[in-house]
């Protein structure tokens, strides 16, 4: 059994994960929990549950850093996710790799437009169209890269896959 782990840190994040001996897919919003003056972020714990709960043996994790454009606080928040998320994959002993944004978008031929690529992943596993869109139609843009980043991952570890994903439940704990 192989499965692939997709995580795109940070509070609207997300993890992937695709059963490459099923072909099929689930998707997690990141687990979050209260922080300071009302804001959520990330849990560390939750995370830690949730990626041994996939059983999984690769991770794909997005290499993050800053941009000019955020705050310190917004930055120091991001900083954060990406150490819970890296931390978690190494915490239950995954082949982890980190992939910049520029590499696997650009293997997945994802845009950079958040918007777009959930377009993308929704061409690319047709079955995960209503886990990429919310209610009334707005992308859910950390899914979608979540699930570029496994799929990456499929095609990264040299799987073919064998028919079109299916959807299935994350595991829980």
């Given at each position: 059994m192989t499965r692939i782990l997709g995580v795109d840190p940070g509070i609207s994040g997300a993890l992937a994960l695709i059963d490459t001996d099923i072909w099929a897919c689930a998707i997690l919003d990141m687990p979050l929990e209260a922080g300071t003056k009302?804001?959520?972020?990330?849990?560390?714990?939750?995370?830690?549950?949730?990626?041994?709960?996939?059983?999984?043996?690769?991770?794909?994790?997005?290499e993050v850093h800053s941009s000019p454009q955020q705050g310190v606080t917004s930055a120091f928040s991001f900083g954060d996710g990406?150490?819970?998320?890296?931390?978690?994959?190494?915490?239950?002993?995954?082949?982890?790799?980190?992939?910049?944004?520029?590499v696997w978008?650009?293997?997945?031929?994802?845009?950079?437009?958040?918007?777009?690529?959930?377009?993308?992943?929704?061409?690319?596993?047709?079955?995960?169209h209503s886990m990429l869109y919310g209610p009334r139609g707005g992308a859910l843009d950390g899914r979608a890269e979540a699930l570029l980043l496994a799929f990456y991952g499929v095609l990264n570890l040299k799987f073919q896959p064998a028919r079109a994903l299916r959807v299935m439940e994350f595991p829980v704990a």
């Open positions: 009302g804001k959520s972020k990330v849990s560390a714990m939750g995370l830690l549950n949730a990626v041994r709960a996939a059983d999984c043996e690769h991770a794909f994790l997005e990406y150490g819970c998320a890296r931390t978690a994959c190494l915490a239950a002993d995954l082949s982890t790799w980190t992939v910049r944004p520029q978008k650009q293997a997945m031929r994802a845009p950079k437009d958040k918007k777009q690529a959930t377009t993308r992943a929704a061409q690319l596993v047709p079955a995960a």
